[in-house]
């Protein structure tokens, strides 16, 4: 009898400890993909010049990115979008500090690298932009063609 308990109660835990997992994993991939989400829209709005707009749905992807970020610092994407919404939102230095902090991460990561790019053009610093231009080429990937052709206006 003793052990059918034992059994039965290491059953119980082990489902609990699997429950536990998963939910923590899927509330991190539901913090990025809620962000994920806040930024295309902030996309759209500033296209129909509506900044304001923009601005508050940014910050809000960041604050919900910071919570993704506690909850997991080596994953890129994260970092490359906390990186996105501060740039987006006037915050340049912090911003790059992310983008560098995930291309650590993932030194070929094709929306960094785009964005870091993008940020150094903002900041006048092209030779740099041209470095990141570099990685990106051979891609085949808009990040490419787009960074290229805000170089080349510059």
Do not use: W
């Not at 990561?109 to 570099?134: D, F, S």
């Amino acid at each position: 009898m003793n052990k059918i308990i034992l059994i039965v109660s290491l059953m119980l835990l082990t489902t609990n400890c699997f429950a536990a997992g998963s939910s923590d994993n899927g509330n991190k991939t539901s913090l990025y993909k809620a962000a994920e989400k806040l930024v295309l829209r902030a996309k759209k709005f500033e296209k129909k010049d509506k900044t304001e707009k923009a601005l508050k749905l940014y910050s809000k992807a960041y604050d919900k990115l910071i919570k993704a970020y506690d909850k997991d610092k080596e994953n890129p994407d994260i970092l490359n979008y906390l990186g996105y919404t501060l740039r987006k939102t006037g915050n340049l230095e912090k911003a790059e500090n992310y983008y560098l902090e995930g291309l650590e991460l993932d030194a070929g990561h094709l929306g960094i690298n785009e964005y870091l790019g993008e940020l150094y053009v903002q900041t006048g610093r092209i030779e740099l932009a041209k470095k990141r231009l570099a990685v990106l080429k051979g891609c085949n990937c808009e990040e490419y063609e787009e960074l290229k052709e805000l170089i080349d206006k510059n």
